[in-house]
Protein backbone atom coordinates (compact mmCIF):
# COMPACT_ATOMS: atom_id res chain seq x y z
CA UNK A 1 0.00 0.00 0.00
CA UNK A 2 2.63 2.39 1.07
CA UNK A 3 4.19 1.61 -2.15
CA UNK A 4 1.50 2.23 -4.28
CA UNK A 5 0.70 5.72 -2.60
CA UNK A 6 4.71 6.56 -3.07
CA UNK A 7 4.10 5.66 -6.77
CA UNK A 8 0.91 7.79 -6.91
CA UNK A 9 2.86 10.75 -5.76
CA UNK A 10 5.60 10.03 -7.63
CA UNK A 11 2.74 9.99 -10.80
CA UNK A 12 1.24 13.18 -9.60
CA UNK A 13 4.80 14.82 -9.34
CA UNK A 14 5.85 14.10 -12.83
CA UNK A 15 2.45 15.53 -14.16
CA UNK A 16 2.12 18.35 -12.03
CA UNK A 17 6.10 18.82 -13.64
CA UNK A 18 4.76 18.13 -16.82
CA UNK A 19 2.33 20.93 -16.60
CA UNK A 20 4.36 23.41 -15.04
CA UNK A 21 7.32 22.56 -17.02
CA UNK A 22 5.62 24.99 -20.12
CA UNK A 23 4.24 27.30 -17.53
CA UNK A 24 7.96 28.10 -16.54
CA UNK A 25 9.31 28.39 -20.01
CA UNK A 26 6.58 30.51 -21.04
CA UNK A 27 7.10 33.39 -17.96
CA UNK A 28 10.42 33.48 -19.85
CA UNK A 29 8.48 35.71 -22.33
CA UNK A 30 4.71 36.33 -20.70
CA UNK A 31 5.90 37.98 -17.99
CA UNK A 32 8.28 40.33 -20.00
CA UNK A 33 7.37 43.60 -21.06
CA UNK A 34 9.33 45.80 -23.94
CA UNK A 35 8.71 49.73 -24.13
CA UNK A 36 11.10 52.15 -26.41
CA UNK A 37 11.99 55.73 -26.21
CA UNK A 38 11.20 57.63 -28.19
CA UNK A 39 8.17 57.16 -29.95
CA UNK A 40 8.85 58.70 -33.11
CA UNK A 41 12.19 59.64 -35.19
CA UNK A 42 13.10 62.62 -37.32
CA UNK A 43 16.39 62.05 -39.45
CA UNK A 44 17.86 62.79 -42.50
CA UNK A 45 18.55 60.60 -45.09
CA UNK A 46 22.47 58.37 -44.16
CA UNK A 47 21.62 60.19 -40.51
CA UNK A 48 23.33 58.23 -37.68
CA UNK A 49 19.97 58.06 -34.80
CA UNK A 50 19.81 56.06 -31.59
CA UNK A 51 17.14 54.81 -29.42
CA UNK A 52 16.51 52.73 -26.17
CA UNK A 53 14.76 49.99 -25.31
CA UNK A 54 13.55 48.87 -21.79
CA UNK A 55 12.88 45.53 -21.16
CA UNK A 56 10.99 44.48 -17.76
CA UNK A 57 10.78 41.13 -16.04
CA UNK A 58 7.21 41.56 -14.70
CA UNK A 59 6.82 37.76 -13.57
CA UNK A 60 7.46 36.06 -10.30
CA UNK A 61 10.72 34.29 -11.55
CA UNK A 62 13.76 34.95 -13.39
CA UNK A 63 13.86 35.14 -17.24
CA UNK A 64 16.35 33.24 -18.78
CA UNK A 65 17.78 32.90 -21.82
CA UNK A 66 15.66 36.40 -23.82
CA UNK A 67 17.09 37.29 -26.88
CA UNK A 68 15.84 41.12 -28.00
CA UNK A 69 16.01 41.40 -31.90
CA UNK A 70 16.12 44.61 -33.64
CA UNK A 71 13.39 44.51 -36.69
CA UNK A 72 13.33 47.98 -39.18
CA UNK A 73 10.52 47.98 -42.60
CA UNK A 74 9.09 50.13 -44.79
CA UNK A 75 5.34 51.49 -43.62
CA UNK A 76 4.91 52.35 -47.79
CA UNK A 77 5.03 49.51 -50.68
CA UNK A 78 8.14 49.79 -52.91
CA UNK A 79 10.61 50.05 -50.45
CA UNK A 80 13.35 47.61 -50.43
CA UNK A 81 14.50 47.45 -46.55
CA UNK A 82 17.75 45.59 -45.87
CA UNK A 83 17.87 45.34 -41.80
CA UNK A 84 21.74 44.43 -41.93
CA UNK A 85 22.24 47.76 -43.60
CA UNK A 86 20.64 50.03 -40.88
CA UNK A 87 22.34 48.23 -37.95
CA UNK A 88 24.57 46.09 -37.81
CA UNK A 89 24.22 44.66 -34.29
CA UNK A 90 20.53 43.71 -34.25
CA UNK A 91 20.52 40.42 -32.07
CA UNK A 92 20.93 41.15 -27.91
CA UNK A 93 21.38 37.96 -25.99
CA UNK A 94 20.02 38.84 -22.68
CA UNK A 95 21.56 38.49 -18.83
CA UNK A 96 18.94 36.61 -16.77
CA UNK A 97 16.11 39.33 -15.19
CA UNK A 98 15.25 38.82 -12.40
CA UNK A 99 11.95 39.25 -10.78
CA UNK A 100 10.50 43.13 -11.41
CA UNK A 101 14.13 43.49 -12.32
CA UNK A 102 14.68 45.28 -16.38
CA UNK A 103 17.32 46.09 -18.19
CA UNK A 104 17.92 48.70 -20.88
CA UNK A 105 19.64 48.11 -24.51
CA UNK A 106 21.01 51.35 -27.02
CA UNK A 107 20.03 50.44 -30.34
CA UNK A 108 22.16 52.30 -32.93
CA UNK A 109 20.94 52.94 -36.61
CA UNK A 110 21.78 54.53 -39.73
CA UNK A 111 18.85 55.46 -42.04
CA UNK A 112 19.99 54.16 -45.68
CA UNK A 113 17.04 54.88 -47.65
CA UNK A 114 14.21 57.84 -47.02
CA UNK A 115 10.63 57.50 -46.14
CA UNK A 116 8.75 56.36 -43.39
CA UNK A 117 9.74 53.41 -41.56
CA UNK A 118 8.64 51.37 -38.77
CA UNK A 119 11.23 49.98 -35.91
CA UNK A 120 10.58 47.71 -33.50
CA UNK A 121 11.59 45.20 -30.78
CA UNK A 122 11.19 41.56 -30.48
CA UNK A 123 12.05 39.55 -27.73
CA UNK A 124 11.71 35.89 -27.54
CA UNK A 125 13.56 32.57 -25.74
CA UNK A 126 16.19 31.47 -27.07
CA UNK A 127 14.71 27.61 -26.26
CA UNK A 128 12.94 28.40 -29.78
CA UNK A 129 9.19 27.66 -27.60
CA UNK A 130 6.72 27.93 -29.81
CA UNK A 131 5.35 31.39 -27.69
CA UNK A 132 5.01 34.56 -29.22
CA UNK A 133 7.39 36.90 -29.18
CA UNK A 134 6.86 40.35 -26.96
CA UNK A 135 7.14 43.13 -29.20
CA UNK A 136 7.75 46.70 -28.41
CA UNK A 137 5.64 49.45 -29.73
CA UNK A 138 6.49 50.59 -32.98
CA UNK A 139 8.78 53.26 -33.43
CA UNK A 140 8.04 55.75 -36.47
CA UNK A 141 11.27 56.83 -38.40
CA UNK A 142 10.87 59.59 -40.76
CA UNK A 143 13.59 59.71 -42.97
CA UNK A 144 13.26 63.13 -45.01
CA UNK A 145 14.99 64.52 -48.00
CA UNK A 146 15.91 62.12 -50.96
CA UNK A 147 18.45 64.06 -52.51
CA UNK A 148 18.25 63.79 -56.39
CA UNK A 149 20.84 65.66 -58.75
CA UNK A 150 20.70 68.13 -60.90
CA UNK A 151 21.13 66.72 -63.91
CA UNK A 152 22.34 69.69 -65.81
CA UNK A 153 25.07 70.25 -63.63
CA UNK A 154 26.91 67.64 -64.55
CA UNK A 155 26.65 68.33 -68.09
CA UNK A 156 29.56 70.64 -68.27
CA UNK A 157 32.07 68.01 -66.66
CA UNK A 158 31.09 65.36 -69.00
CA UNK A 159 31.67 67.39 -72.44
CA UNK A 160 34.56 69.05 -70.22
CA UNK A 161 37.02 66.26 -69.38
CA UNK A 162 37.03 64.56 -72.45
CA UNK A 163 37.80 67.76 -74.39
CA UNK A 164 40.74 68.90 -72.12
CA UNK A 165 42.00 65.75 -72.39
CA UNK A 166 41.79 65.21 -76.08
CA UNK A 167 43.05 68.56 -76.92
CA UNK A 168 45.91 67.79 -74.58
CA UNK A 169 46.93 64.55 -76.68
CA UNK A 170 46.19 66.10 -79.64
CA UNK A 171 48.51 68.85 -78.39
CA UNK A 172 51.24 66.49 -78.39
CA UNK A 173 50.86 64.55 -80.89
CA UNK A 174 51.37 67.59 -83.21
CA UNK A 175 54.16 68.64 -80.97
CA UNK A 176 55.71 65.48 -81.40
CA UNK A 177 55.36 65.63 -85.24
CA UNK A 178 56.96 69.43 -85.33
CA UNK B 1 61.41 51.72 -74.34
CA UNK B 2 63.61 53.26 -76.63
CA UNK B 3 65.83 56.25 -74.63
CA UNK B 4 66.91 54.04 -71.92
CA UNK B 5 69.44 52.39 -74.37
CA UNK B 6 70.78 55.51 -75.21
CA UNK B 7 73.16 56.11 -71.98
CA UNK B 8 75.31 58.56 -73.34
CA UNK B 9 72.19 60.74 -74.04
CA UNK B 10 71.68 60.56 -69.79
CA UNK B 11 71.98 63.14 -67.77
CA UNK B 12 74.86 63.26 -64.61
CA UNK B 13 71.75 62.46 -62.42
CA UNK B 14 69.90 60.12 -64.44
CA UNK B 15 73.52 57.90 -64.29
CA UNK B 16 73.90 58.06 -60.66
CA UNK B 17 69.80 57.33 -59.66
CA UNK B 18 68.69 53.65 -59.21
CA UNK B 19 68.31 51.53 -62.70
CA UNK B 20 64.73 51.15 -61.97
CA UNK B 21 64.22 54.85 -61.43
CA UNK B 22 65.64 55.42 -64.85
CA UNK B 23 63.22 52.79 -66.45
CA UNK B 24 60.57 54.17 -64.69
CA UNK B 25 61.25 57.42 -66.18
CA UNK B 26 61.94 56.42 -69.71
CA UNK B 27 58.39 54.75 -69.24
CA UNK B 28 56.59 57.33 -68.35
CA UNK B 29 58.03 59.53 -71.13
CA UNK B 30 57.58 56.73 -73.56
CA UNK B 31 53.32 56.26 -72.06
CA UNK B 32 52.81 59.72 -71.82
CA UNK B 33 54.75 61.73 -74.05
CA UNK B 34 53.89 59.36 -77.00
CA UNK B 35 50.32 59.88 -76.81
CA UNK B 36 49.19 56.34 -75.34
CA UNK B 37 48.71 57.19 -71.88
CA UNK B 38 47.00 60.37 -72.73
CA UNK B 39 44.25 58.41 -75.39
CA UNK B 40 43.20 55.80 -73.25
CA UNK B 41 43.02 58.50 -70.42
CA UNK B 42 40.24 60.36 -72.90
CA UNK B 43 38.83 56.95 -73.35
CA UNK B 44 38.32 56.40 -70.01
CA UNK B 45 36.87 59.79 -69.44
CA UNK B 46 34.72 59.50 -71.84
CA UNK B 47 33.50 56.28 -70.48
CA UNK B 48 33.07 57.41 -66.77
CA UNK B 49 31.44 60.99 -67.92
CA UNK B 50 28.51 58.42 -69.72
CA UNK B 51 27.97 56.30 -66.64
CA UNK B 52 28.17 59.68 -64.23
CA UNK B 53 25.21 61.25 -66.77
CA UNK B 54 23.37 58.32 -66.75
CA UNK B 55 23.28 57.92 -63.05
CA UNK B 56 22.56 61.34 -62.91
CA UNK B 57 19.86 61.58 -65.59
CA UNK B 58 18.53 58.60 -66.89
CA UNK B 59 14.86 58.57 -65.23
CA UNK B 60 15.45 54.46 -65.28
CA UNK B 61 18.53 55.19 -63.13
CA UNK B 62 17.55 57.44 -61.12
CA UNK B 63 16.12 55.03 -58.53
CA UNK B 64 19.81 55.23 -57.54
CA UNK B 65 20.10 56.75 -54.32
CA UNK B 66 23.01 59.74 -54.39
CA UNK B 67 25.60 56.99 -52.35
CA UNK B 68 24.84 54.47 -54.93
CA UNK B 69 25.26 56.28 -57.90
CA UNK B 70 28.58 57.69 -56.50
CA UNK B 71 29.48 54.22 -55.33
CA UNK B 72 28.66 52.73 -58.80
CA UNK B 73 30.70 55.50 -60.61
CA UNK B 74 33.56 55.02 -58.41
CA UNK B 75 33.64 51.17 -58.73
CA UNK B 76 33.29 51.47 -62.33
CA UNK B 77 36.47 53.79 -62.05
CA UNK B 78 37.98 51.43 -60.32
CA UNK B 79 37.52 48.23 -62.97
CA UNK B 80 38.45 50.31 -66.07
CA UNK B 81 41.39 52.02 -63.90
CA UNK B 82 42.78 48.30 -63.44
CA UNK B 83 42.02 47.37 -66.98
CA UNK B 84 44.06 50.23 -68.46
CA UNK B 85 46.94 48.85 -66.19
CA UNK B 86 46.52 45.44 -67.08
CA UNK B 87 46.73 46.43 -70.83
CA UNK B 88 49.55 48.49 -70.74
CA UNK B 89 51.50 45.87 -68.27
CA UNK B 90 50.45 43.03 -70.68
CA UNK B 91 52.24 44.92 -73.44
CA UNK B 92 55.31 45.90 -71.45
CA UNK B 93 57.77 42.87 -72.05
CA UNK B 94 55.74 41.00 -75.26
CA UNK B 95 55.38 44.37 -76.73
CA UNK B 96 59.02 45.28 -76.56
CA UNK B 97 59.76 41.80 -78.14
CA UNK B 98 57.31 42.19 -80.78
CA UNK B 99 58.79 45.99 -81.54
CA UNK B 100 62.16 44.48 -81.25
CA UNK B 101 63.47 47.34 -78.57
CA UNK B 102 64.02 44.33 -76.12
CA UNK B 103 67.16 43.62 -77.22
CA UNK B 104 68.78 47.21 -77.04
CA UNK B 105 66.84 47.08 -73.20
CA UNK B 106 68.66 44.27 -72.27
CA UNK B 107 71.89 45.67 -73.07
CA UNK B 108 71.70 48.49 -70.86
CA UNK B 109 73.14 48.45 -66.91
CA UNK B 110 69.31 47.90 -65.31
CA UNK B 111 68.84 44.57 -64.21
CA UNK B 112 65.96 42.23 -64.86
CA UNK B 113 64.52 43.23 -61.63
CA UNK B 114 64.75 46.95 -61.91
CA UNK B 115 62.83 46.82 -65.36
CA UNK B 116 60.27 44.80 -64.08
CA UNK B 117 59.59 47.75 -61.42
CA UNK B 118 60.17 50.75 -63.54
CA UNK B 119 57.82 48.83 -66.32
CA UNK B 120 55.04 48.45 -63.55
CA UNK B 121 55.37 51.75 -61.78
CA UNK B 122 55.39 53.09 -64.71
CA UNK B 123 51.77 51.08 -65.90
CA UNK B 124 50.52 52.28 -62.37
CA UNK B 125 50.72 56.21 -63.55
CA UNK B 126 47.34 55.49 -65.61
CA UNK B 127 45.41 54.61 -62.17
CA UNK B 128 46.35 57.52 -60.63
CA UNK B 129 45.44 59.34 -63.94
CA UNK B 130 42.43 57.67 -63.92
CA UNK B 131 41.67 58.71 -60.21
CA UNK B 132 42.52 62.09 -60.73
CA UNK B 133 40.00 62.29 -63.91
CA UNK B 134 36.98 60.16 -61.45
CA UNK B 135 37.33 62.97 -58.73
CA UNK B 136 34.83 65.89 -60.35
CA UNK B 137 32.57 63.17 -61.30
CA UNK B 138 32.81 61.35 -57.84
CA UNK B 139 32.76 65.43 -56.29
CA UNK B 140 29.48 66.06 -58.21
CA UNK B 141 27.81 62.61 -57.66
CA UNK B 142 28.49 62.82 -54.11
CA UNK B 143 28.58 66.44 -52.16
CA UNK B 144 25.05 66.21 -51.63
CA UNK B 145 25.09 63.47 -49.35
CA UNK B 146 28.98 64.54 -47.87
CA UNK B 147 30.17 61.42 -48.68
CA UNK B 148 32.87 62.74 -51.13
CA UNK B 149 35.85 62.17 -48.63
CA UNK B 150 35.44 58.69 -47.89
CA UNK B 151 34.44 57.98 -51.53
CA UNK B 152 37.62 59.22 -52.32
CA UNK B 153 39.80 57.86 -49.78
CA UNK B 154 38.00 54.38 -50.59
CA UNK B 155 38.35 54.78 -53.63
CA UNK B 156 42.16 55.63 -53.68
CA UNK B 157 42.36 52.74 -51.25
CA UNK B 158 40.98 50.05 -52.97
CA UNK B 159 41.84 51.47 -56.61
CA UNK B 160 45.63 51.52 -56.01
CA UNK B 161 45.37 47.65 -54.56
CA UNK B 162 43.34 46.63 -57.33
CA UNK B 163 45.86 48.48 -59.97
CA UNK B 164 48.97 47.11 -58.39
CA UNK B 165 47.50 43.48 -58.56
CA UNK B 166 46.37 43.70 -62.43
CA UNK B 167 49.05 45.66 -63.38
CA UNK B 168 51.78 42.84 -61.84
CA UNK B 169 49.25 40.23 -63.16
CA UNK B 170 49.74 41.78 -66.88
CA UNK B 171 53.24 41.90 -66.17
CA UNK B 172 53.74 38.18 -65.18
CA UNK B 173 51.65 37.56 -68.25
CA UNK B 174 53.96 39.29 -70.67
CA UNK B 175 56.82 38.10 -69.55
CA UNK B 176 55.94 34.29 -70.19
CA UNK B 177 54.03 34.96 -72.95
CA UNK B 178 54.94 33.85 -76.41
CA UNK B 179 53.88 36.83 -78.27
CA UNK B 180 52.08 40.37 -77.45
CA UNK B 181 48.60 38.97 -78.88
CA UNK B 182 48.28 36.03 -76.49
CA UNK B 183 49.38 38.57 -73.74
CA UNK B 184 46.68 40.88 -73.93
CA UNK B 185 44.30 38.50 -74.79
CA UNK B 186 44.95 36.17 -71.75
CA UNK B 187 45.06 38.99 -69.41
CA UNK B 188 41.73 40.08 -71.01
CA UNK B 189 40.08 37.06 -70.41
CA UNK B 190 41.27 36.43 -66.83
CA UNK B 191 40.19 39.99 -66.10
CA UNK B 192 36.88 38.98 -67.16
CA UNK B 193 37.01 35.97 -65.10
CA UNK B 194 37.67 37.98 -61.82
CA UNK B 195 34.47 40.36 -63.36
CA UNK B 196 32.40 37.32 -63.34
CA UNK B 197 30.96 36.66 -59.99
CA UNK B 198 29.53 40.08 -60.33
CA UNK B 199 27.07 38.71 -62.32
CA UNK B 200 25.78 35.67 -59.79
CA UNK B 201 22.41 36.42 -58.38
CA UNK B 202 22.25 38.04 -55.19
CA UNK B 203 21.18 34.92 -53.36
CA UNK B 204 24.13 33.37 -55.09
CA UNK B 205 26.11 35.89 -53.39
CA UNK B 206 24.80 35.82 -50.38
CA UNK B 207 25.46 31.68 -49.93
CA UNK B 208 28.51 30.89 -48.40
CA UNK B 209 30.27 29.87 -51.27
CA UNK B 210 29.54 33.00 -53.23
CA UNK B 211 30.73 34.86 -50.48
CA UNK B 212 33.54 33.25 -50.28
CA UNK B 213 33.90 33.94 -54.44
CA UNK B 214 33.56 37.24 -53.70
CA UNK B 215 36.23 37.24 -50.90
CA UNK B 216 39.06 35.62 -52.41
CA UNK B 217 38.81 37.85 -55.57
CA UNK B 218 40.48 40.74 -55.17
CA UNK B 219 38.40 43.07 -57.60
CA UNK B 220 34.96 41.81 -56.09
CA UNK B 221 36.31 42.00 -52.75
CA UNK B 222 37.59 45.31 -52.96
CA UNK B 223 34.48 46.47 -54.74
CA UNK B 224 32.52 45.08 -52.08
CA UNK B 225 34.46 46.87 -49.40
CA UNK B 226 33.74 50.46 -51.36
CA UNK B 227 30.65 50.09 -51.26
CA UNK B 228 29.90 49.77 -47.82
CA UNK B 229 31.96 52.56 -47.11
CA UNK B 230 30.22 54.91 -49.59
CA UNK B 231 26.65 52.95 -49.88
CA UNK B 232 26.29 51.80 -46.66
CA UNK B 233 28.42 54.46 -44.61
CA UNK B 234 30.11 51.66 -42.56
CA UNK B 235 33.38 52.80 -40.52
CA UNK B 236 36.80 52.21 -42.13
CA UNK B 237 37.19 48.86 -39.83
CA UNK B 238 33.97 47.32 -39.99
CA UNK B 239 34.83 45.76 -43.20
CA UNK B 240 38.37 45.42 -43.26
CA UNK B 241 38.08 41.68 -44.19
CA UNK B 242 36.88 42.42 -47.46
CA UNK B 243 40.58 43.73 -48.11
CA UNK B 244 42.22 41.00 -47.16
CA UNK B 245 42.32 39.58 -50.90
CA UNK B 246 43.41 42.53 -52.36
CA UNK B 247 46.20 43.48 -50.31
CA UNK B 248 47.35 40.11 -50.67
CA UNK B 249 46.73 39.44 -54.35
CA UNK B 250 48.89 42.62 -54.62
CA UNK B 251 51.27 41.68 -52.27
CA UNK B 252 52.20 38.10 -53.78
CA UNK B 253 51.57 39.09 -57.67
CA UNK B 254 54.20 42.39 -57.59
CA UNK B 255 56.80 40.52 -55.62
CA UNK B 256 56.19 37.69 -58.15
CA UNK B 257 56.17 40.29 -61.12
CA UNK B 258 59.31 41.47 -59.91
CA UNK B 259 61.55 38.22 -58.82
CA UNK B 260 59.91 35.86 -60.74
CA UNK B 261 58.68 37.95 -63.82
CA UNK B 262 62.02 40.00 -63.96
CA UNK B 263 64.14 36.39 -64.75
CA UNK B 264 61.74 35.74 -68.01
CA UNK B 265 62.36 38.85 -69.50
CA UNK B 266 64.18 37.28 -72.01
CA UNK B 267 64.29 37.92 -76.41
CA UNK B 268 62.37 34.83 -76.76
CA UNK B 269 58.78 34.38 -75.14
CA UNK B 270 57.39 31.57 -73.32
CA UNK B 271 58.01 29.29 -70.83
CA UNK B 272 60.67 27.41 -72.08
CA UNK B 273 62.78 30.38 -73.92
Known amino acids: MTRHRALGLALVAAVVGVLLAPTATAAGTENVAVTVAPERISTKLGGKFAFISTITNKGGTDARGLIAHLNVLSLRDGTYVDPEDWSTNRTRYLDPLVPGGSTTITWRMQAVNDGDFGIYVAVLPESGAPVPPVTSPTIHLDVAERKTLNAGGIVPLVLGIPAALGLLALGVRIRRRG | ?273
Request: charged fraction near 10%; hydrophobic fraction near 55%; charge should be neutral.
Open chain 2, 1 to 273: MTAVAQTSDRTPAERSAPGWLVVLHQELHDLWLGGRGLVLSFAFSLLVGIIAYLVATNTDLNFLEQRESTSLTLQVAIAVGGLLTLLVAADAVSGERERGTLETLLLTPASRRELASGKLLAALSLWFAAFVITVPYVWFLGHGVGIVDEALVAGLAVGTLVAVFLASLGLLVSCFAASNRVSLSLSLFVLLAFLAPTQLPAGAQQAWAGDLLLRVNPLTAGERYVSKIVVNGHNWSEDISWLLSPVIGAVVFATAAVLVGGRYIRLRGGVSG
